[in-house]
C-alpha cells in the first residue's frame, strides 16, 4: 500500500507540533516551580512510570531534571535502576558531554599527543598549575607506549583572565605547542605571548561539560564518562571498563 508524500508530511508536522507544544508545556510548568526562566533542549522517557526526563539548557551548561506527567513535581538528582546498577541520570550526562564535545570539535583544534599505532583515546581538560594535570603529562611517553592518544582542552581551574589562563594561551600561542606544553608543565616559565586562541571557548565548553564539578585533570572517554589522573597502566584498563561489553 502506497502512502502519499502529503499524508507522511502532514503526519511530521503534526508529531512535532505535539512536541513543540508539550516542551512548552513543561517549560512553563519549569518555570513556574522554579521561578526562573529555562529552555526546555529535550524530553526522554524513563524506564519510571508517570516520570519524564526534561533536559534544560542554561547559558553555559545543561541541567537535567525530572518532572511528573501532571506537570506538578520536579526533582533533581541520580536516577538509578538498582537491578542493573546502572546510573541512568550519569549515563544522560556522558551522552550530552559527548554531543558537545563532538560539536567543538568541528571547528576548533586540540593540542595533541599521539602515538603511531593509537588503540585509545582520551580527551583531557588540563591546567597548567594543577599537581596532578603536571604528573599525567609527565607520563605521557608511556600513555603513547600503550597505544592510548591525548587530546588536551584547556581549563584554568582560577578562571578567565588570570595567570593561569595566560600560561594557557603563551602555550597555545607558542610555535612548538607539544614542546611549550611539556616546558610550561615542568615548571619552566614561558615567554608570554597573544595571539588569537580558544582558550576561552575551551574554559566555558569545560562548563558545558561538568569540568568544575570533578576537577583537573578531567579525563572524558569515549563513552562520555570521566576520570582523573591515573598511572597509564590503569589508565588503560579504565579504558577497557567504558568499552560497550560484547555479547
Known amino acids: ?31 513556574q516551580l522554579s521561578n526562573q526562566s529555562v529552555t526546555v533542549k529535550a524530553i526522554n ?10 533536559i534544560i539548557q542554561g547559558e553555559q551548561n545543561q541541567q537535567i531534571v525530572y518532572l511528573s506527567e501532571d506537570g506538578e513535581h520536579v526533582f533533581s538528582g541520580q536516577l538509578m ?6 546510573n541512568l541520570t550519569e549515563m544522560t550526562e556522558n551522552s550530552l558531554r559527548l554531543e558537545v564535545l563532538a560539536e567543538f570539535k568541528k571547528s576548533h583544534k586540540t593540542i595533541d599527543f599521539i602515538p603511531q599505532q593509537m ?21 605521557i611517553s608511556q600513555y603513547n607506549d600503550l ?33 611549550a606544553m611539556t616546558d610550561a608543565k615542568n615548571g619552566v616559565a614561558l615567554k608570554p605571548l597573544m595571539c588569537p586562541n580558544p582558550i576561552e571557548s575551551q574554559f566555558n565548553l569545560g562548563l558545558a561539560a561538568g569540568i568544575h564539578k570533578v576537577g583537573t585533570p ?11 589522573y591515573l598511572p597509564a597502566e590503569a589508565m588503560q584498563q579504565r579504558i577497557e571498563r567504558s568499552k560497550p561489553k560484547t555479547q
Request: aromatic share 6%; hydrophobic share 35%; charged share 20%.
Open 1 to 31: 500500500m502506497k502512502i502519499s508524500t502529503t499524508l507522511l508530511l502532514a503526519t511530521t508536522w503534526s508529531v512535532q507540533a505535539e512536541q513543540q507544544s508539550e516542551a512548552t508545556k513543561i517549560q512553563q510548568a519549569i518555570e
Open 45 to 54: 522517557d524513563t524506564p519510571v512510570k508517570g516520570i519524564r526526563e526534561v
Open 81 to 86: 535502576n538498582l537491578k542493573s546498577r546502572e
Open 119 to 139: 588503540t585509545d583515546h582520551i580527551t583531557v581538560f588540563t591546567d597548567i598549575d594543577c599537581g596532578y594535570c603536571r604528573k599525567l603529562h609527565q607520563e
Open 147 to 179: 597505544g592510548i592518544g591525548v587530546s588536551y582542552l584547556f581549563f584554568p581551574r582560577s578562571g578567565l583572565n588570570t595567570a593561569s589562563h595566560q600560561k594557557a594561551v603563551n602555550v597555545w600561542c607558542a610555535t612548538d605547542q607539544q614542546k
Open 218 to 228: 578531567a579525563v572524558v572517554l569515549n563513552d562520555g564518562s570521566m576520570t582523573g
